[in-house]
């Protein structure tokens, strides 16, 4: 799953390191999954569209059309944000690039399910802001940090086939 910056706080490189994630994700043949909006899980879309992936969005909205063009498969929750936990509880594991509060609650699902976490160094916001470190004094799930955008798709494909053995 690619979480990150909405349409409104995205910037250029952040688009740009999404859409390499999703071409990363769609060549290793992994299902991208995103929260189907603009900014950086439209650029992952992309990526993955344009190097023949499949993409699923769920979106906050209750009907399809808010998804992006880029979406193969949309999920309309109608739960407004509350769909973070939805997309977090659905991925294997979740790529951070920049983000604001929407990612960030995402990031809190996935670390309160144990699920693998990479944020992408230097892509700002809350990614930059959590690499590194546990969320809580839980210390379950370190998120870890690549810069490489191609590295920390091998590494969450890895991580998540790790957890799915020992499961």
């Known amino acids: 799953m690619v979480i990150g910056s909405a349409a409104d706080h995205c910037t250029a490189g952040a688009r740009e390191l999404a859409y ?5 994700a769609a060549k290793r043949g992994a299902i991208l999954l995103t929260g189907g909006l603009g900014g950086v899980m439209e650029s992952a879309c992309k990526g993955a569209k344009e190097n023949h992936g499949i993409t699923v969005g769920i979106i906050p909205q209750d009907e399809t059309h808010y998804a992006n063009k880029y979406c193969d ?3 309309a929750t109608g739960i407004g944000w ?38 992408i ?25 690549e810069r490489d955008p191609e590295k920390a798709v091998t590494r969450a494909l890895e991580l998540a086939r790790q957890r799915s053995k020992s499961e």
């Open 20 to 24: 390499r994630v999703g071409a990363e």
């Open 82 to 119: 509350a769909r973070d936990f939805a997309t977090a509880y659905s991925a294997d594991a979740l790529i951070l690039i920049s983000g604001g509060t929407g990612a960030l609650i995402e990031t809190c699902a996935g670390y309160l399910k144990g699920k693998p976490i990479i944020a």
């Open 73 to 75: 498969i949309v999920i």
């Open 121 to 145: 160094e230097g892509s700002g916001g809350i990614a930059d802001k959590t690499r590194g470190t546990f969320l809580d004094e839980r210390r379950s799930v370190m998120i870890l940090s």
